[in-house]
């Protein structure tokens, strides 16, 4: 059975840095690539990242690009997500999410999902 | 980046009602695209992928169609877990991957 743990979350300040982990189990996590989705209070969902399986590729949505770093740890079956320059329009729950493809075919879709970790940006 | 809009925004239905939810994208997916269920309080799950294909463990009742620009996620007869907010999403010549803005599929 497929679990995604999320952690990191909390309240940081504008302009601060701070990572988020997701541990993965119950699937060969160096095998599928892996998403960031986030979702605002009371909003709808957006795409943050990609990592492939083998970290050879990551995408970025425009939003975050140059502001947010998406990394693996393939042989502790861990997601990380690195987010400096926060701004108060980062806040939300973020997702880590397994790809649907496999291997090196990736499908952009998302097939499974943690529960979210909440970042807050306030001052 | 490809648009999709949703709609209606809100669906007002009883159980074992039938609904017709929309999604239309900016400019052709083929069918590239993708629905997920979100309830009050959970991470979404995925439904359907590839604008017809049901993922795994996912019941009959829901069914995706179309391809191109028009796509349609029909319920047969809604179940009492079914109220939710319903999106679409597209993978076409990704990255990015966009959402499209929801339906809430409410009891009436």
């Known amino acids: 059975q497929v679990q995604l743990v999320e952690s990191g979350g909390g309240v940081v300040q504008p302009g601060r840095s701070l990572r988020l982990s997701c541990a993965a189990s119950g699937f060969a996590f160096s095998d599928y690539g892996m998403h960031w989705v986030r979702q605002a209070p009371g909003k709808g969902l957006e795409w943050v990242a990609f990592i492939s399986y083998d970290e050879t590729n990551e995408f970025y949505a425009d939003s975050v690009k140059g502001r947010f770093t998406v990394s693996r740890d393939n042989s502790k079956n861990t997601l990380f997500l690195h987010m400096n320059s926060l701004r108060p329009d980062d806040m939300s729950v973020y997702y880590c999410a397994k790809d649907h493809g496999y291997y090196y075919d990736s499908s952009g879709f998302q097939e499974s999902w943690g529960q979210g970790t909440l970042v807050t940006v306030s001052s | 980046e490809i648009v999709l809009t949703q709609s209606p925004a809100t669906l007002s239905l009883s159980p074992g009602e039938r609904a017709t939810l929309s999604c239309r994208a900016s400019?052709?997916?083929?069918?590239?695209l993708a629905w997920y269920q979100q309830k009050p309080g959970q991470a979404p799950r995925l439904l359907i992928y590839?604008?017809?294909n049901r993922a795994t463990g996912i019941p009959a009742r829901f069914r995706g169609s179309g391809s191109g620009t028009d796509f349609t996620l029909t319920i047969s007869s809604l179940e009492p877990e079914d109220f939710a907010v319903y999106y679409c999403?597209?993978?076409?010549?990704?990255?990015?991957?966009?959402f499209g803005g929801g339906t809430k599929v409410e009891i009436k």
């Open positions: 999403q597209q993978r076409s010549d990704w990255p990015p991957v966009t």
């Open positions: 400019q052709s997916v083929s069918s590239y």
């Open positions: 590839d604008a017809s």
